[in-house]
């Protein structure tokens, strides 16, 4: 059996258009992280840890994947 740990952190946006995605779901009335990518940071977390348990390298960085 393999383990993955993933983590990710992004800072809120002064920007009050950006969204607010986490675990893929849109959080309409909160403001949203900054980022390239669509700044979910409990998806990258969960794609991380998956990641990093097949590659058994560590974090991959999920952050720098583009929106879906
Ligand atoms: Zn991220």
């Not at 849109?26 to 840890?49: F, N, P, Q």
Request: proline share 3%; glycine share 14%; aromatic share 4%.
């Amino acid at each position: 059996m393999r383990v993955g740990i993933g983590v990710d952190v992004h800072r809120f946006s002064s920007d009050e258009k950006r969204e607010l995605w986490l675990g893929g779901l849109l959080w309409s009335e909160e403001s949203g992280l900054e980022g390239h990518s669509d700044s979910d940071v409990a998806a990258h977390a969960i794609c991380d840890a998956l990641l990093s348990a097949v590659s058994g390298k560590g974090l991959a960085g999920a952050c720098s994947l583009p929106k879906p």
